[in-house]
C-alpha cells in the first residue's frame, strides 16, 4: 500500500472541499447571515489540513494510483470530506453535536437527504448553500470528478473510477478515463445550468434555484424549506420531476440524447424498465388518489408523479405525506426504495439494471424447470450476459438485503420501532431520505439517539459506495503484497 499517494490525494480532495466553503461567503454576506465566520474558519482549517498533506508528502513520485490505493482512498475519501464537512454547522452553532453534524454532512455527500433539521428555514442562506453544495459534490462522485484534475498532480485514474462509478458494469464514452470523467462533468454541469435558469423561469430567486437544483441533480433531496418541495407552483414541480428523472438516468444515455442517437437510448432495456416503473407506479397511486381524493385528476397525478419518481431515483422530495395515503401506497413506494435509478446515474439504492437481470434469471429458472435440456443464453441490450456480471448482480442484491436486516435488526436494538427502523434503514441505505413513522416526508432523523444516527450515517456510506467497496477493505487478502 503506498500511503504516500493516499495521504496526497487525500489532502487533494481536501483542498477542492475548501475552495468549495468558500463559494458558500457571497450569499451569506448578501443575505446578512451570521454564517460568514464559521464558514471562513472552516474553509481555512480544512485548506490547511490539505496543504499540510501535500506540504508532507510533496517529494513522493508521481505514479499511477494502484487498485488497493484506489478502493482505500475512495472508502476513506467519503469519512474525511463527511468530518469537515460538517465543520460549517458545529463553528456556526446550528447543529452542536458530532453525531448529528457528521449525519447531516454525510447524507449531503452521500446525496442521501435525510436531515436531522426540524427548521431547515431557521438556517443562515451560506449554511443551507453549503448544505445543497455537498450534494452537488457528491452527486458525481467526488472522486470522479478528481479524476479530471489528478493528472495535473501526476496521478492517473482508472482504479479510481473503478471504485466509485455506482452499477454493475461501466461505459467508457472516450478512450481516456480522464476525458470519460470531464465528458460526464460537462453534462453534469450543463445539466445543473439548464435546471437553474427554468426554476428562475419560474419564478425563484437564484440562490433557492441553485439549492434545489444541485439536489436535484444530485438525485439528493436537501430543500430549503420545511415543505420541501409543497410550496412550490406546478410548473416548478414538473421541471424538478423532468430532472429528477434525468438525474436518475445512465448518464451515457445523456451523451447520446446530446448526439442525437435517440434509437440507441430507446433500444437500452434498462432505460424502458426504468420509464415503464415510473409510468405504472404512478397510475396505481393516480387510481388510488383520485378515488380517495378531491384534489383533482391534473392535482393528483403530480402528486402521484412526484412522490414515485422521487424515491425510485432515491431523490427524496416531497410534495405531500404519502404516509396519509393508502397503507398498500405505502408498500409500493417502500419497494421502489430498493430499486433506484438507473446504474451510472447519481441514484442510490441497488439500481434498475440489476433489478431487471434478476427477473430475467428468474424467467430462465421458471423455464428451465419446465425445459430441463434448454440452453438459452440470458441477453441484455441484444447481448449475451457474461457469468461474471450476473453472479456480481445477484450477489449484491442478496449483500443488499443482508446489510439492510442488519441495519434494521440494530437499529431496533438502539430501541427504534420496527416500522420506523425498517423505513429509516431502507432509506439511508438506499440514499432515499424519507422514510416511513416519523422519518417520513414531513418527519426527521432528530428524535434519534447519537447511536442511531451513527448506525445510519454508515449505512448511507455503505449505500453510497454500492457496499463492495467499503467491505472489500475487510478482507484479510486485501491487506496482503
Known sequence: MNWKIILRTIGI?????????????????????????ALIISGVITLLSGFSLLALFKSSKAADVGKKEGYFIVASTWMIMSLFGGLPYMIHGSIPSLADAFFEAMSGFTTTGASILTDVEALPKGLLF????????????????????????????MQLFAAESPGPTKDKLQPRIKETARLLWGIYVFMTFLETILLML?????????????????????????????????????VITIFMILAGTHFSLHYFMIRGKFKLVWRNQEFRFYLFLILISTLVIWTALGVLSETGIESSFRLALFQVVSILTTTGFATADYLLWPPFTW??????????????????????????????????????????????????????????????????????????????????ITNVPFLDAAGSAAACLGNVGPGLGAEGPVGNYAHLTALSKWILSILMYMGRLELFSVLILFAPSFWKK
Open 13 to 37: 480532495l481536501l483542498l477542492i472541499e475548501g475552495g468549495f466553503i468558500f463559494t458558500c461567503l457571497p450569499f451569506s454576506y448578501y443575505y446578512g447571515g451570521d454564517d460568514a465566520r
Open 130 to 157: 453549503w448544505r445543497a453544495m455537498t450534494h452537488w459534490i457528491g452527486g458525481m462522485g467526488i472522486i470522479v470528478f478528481t479524476i479530471a484534475i489528478l493528472p495535473i498532480f501526476g496521478f492517473g485514474g
Open 202 to 238: 419560474g419564478g425563484m430567486n437564484l440562490w433557492e434555484s441553485l439549492c434545489l437544483t444541485f439536489s436535484t441533480v444530485a438525485t439528493g433531496g436537501f430543500g430549503t424549506r420545511n415543505t420541501s418541495i409543497g410550496d412550490f407552483s406546478p410548473f416548478i414541480q414538473y
Open 331 to 412: 408498500f409500493l413506494l417502500f419497494l421502489l426504495m430498493f430499486i433506484g435509478g438507473m446504474a451510472g446515474s447519481t441514484a442510490g439504492s441497488v439500481k434498475v439494471v440489476r433489478v431487471l437481470l434478476f427477473l430475467k434469471v428468474f424467467r430462465q429458472q421458471i423455464r428451465k424447470s419446465i425445459h430441463p435440456n434448454m440452453i438459452r443464453n440470458i441477453m441484455f441490450n441484444d447481448q449475451p450476459v457474461q457469468q461474471t456480471i450476473l453472479g456480481g448482480a445477484l450477489t449484491m442484491i442478496l449483500l443488499y438485503l443482508i446489510t439492510f436486516a442488519g441495519g434494521t435488526l440494530a437499529l431496533i
